[in-house]
T-cell receptor
Framework: KQEVTQIPAALSVPEGENLVLNCSFTDSAIYNLQWFRQDPGKGLTSLLL?????REQTSGRLNASLDKSSGRSTLYIAASQPGDSATYLC???????????FGRGTSLIVHP | NAGVTQTPKFRVLKTGQSMTLLCAQD?????MYWYRQDPGMGLRLIHYSVGEGTTAKGEVPDGYNVSRLKKQNFLLGLESAAPSQTSVYFC?????????????????FGEGSWLTVV
């Protein structure tokens, strides 16, 4: 059974800092890994998707890397802003059917 | 393009009542999922579907039933609601192809349905 762990569970940083969120998974036979953002009271919005054959993906200030062999992914946020405050979740798709398994998320607060 | 739409957004039920949550997607996606999200538990898969007319159990299926009679709709039913089913329910969908090309299977979520069982 695929298990996904996210560390840290919560993070509070001053504006402007560069930060790294971590995601680890137990079964390396994955289709892809996806990072999501969730604002309070809202659904999840996809940020970045990394195929199993890829090493990283970038979108603006966000960069996600994937090391499938070690079962790890990182989400790097450059020059953090208060608007980045949200919960960030990673999801790993694996299994015979395309089943995404989610971590419990990292709650990020960026204070001015 | 509405994406994934869930109805209702909020509902209060009494123990033992039944109800159906509707998920509709307009992206012609094959895969659809129902998750519940609880504090400290993360997102847990209830049921999923890999195509019209097919459904399968996820991690926490007990007390729920689903149907996928049309490709665009995925219904989640609670036959006899219990307080333990108080949660936020999310529907999601994805496809192996996007605009005709093999895609990265981006997963799209609805805005959630808040259910309270008293």
């Amino acid at each position: 059974k695929q298990e996904v762990t996210q560390i840290p569970a919560a993070l509070s940083v001053p504006e402007g800092e560069n930060l790294v969120l971590n995601c680890s998974f137990t079964d390396s036979a994955i289709y892809n890994l996806q990072w999501f953002r969730q604002d309070p009271g809202k659904g999840l919005t996809s940020l970045l998707l990394i195929q199993s054959s890829q090493r990283e993906q970038t979108s603006g200030r966000l960069n996600a890397s994937l090391d499938k062999s070690s079962g790890r992914s990182t989400l790097y946020i450059a020059a953090s802003q208060p608007g980045d405050s949200a919960t960030y979740l990673c999801a790993v798709a694996s299994g015979g059917s395309y089943i995404p398994t989610f971590g419990r998320g990292t709650s990020l607060i960026v204070h001015p | 393009n509405a994406g994934v739409t869930q109805t209702p957004k909020f509902r209060v039920l009494k123990t033992g009542q039944s109800m159906t949550l509707l998920c509709a997607q307009d992206m012609n996606h094959e895969y659809m999922y129902w998750y519940r999200q609880d504090p400290g538990m993360g997102l847990r898969l209830i049921h999923y579907s890999v195509g019209e007319g097919t459904t399968a159990k996820g991690e926490v299926p007990d007390g729920y039933n689903v149907s996928r009679l049309k490709k665009q709709n995925f219904l989640l039913g609670l036959e006899s609601a219990a307080p333990s089913q108080t949660s936020v329910y999310f529907c999601a969908s994805t496809s192996s192809r996007d605009r005709g090309y093999f895609s990265g299977n981006t997963i799209y979520f609805g805005e959630g349905s808040w259910l309270t069982v008293v």
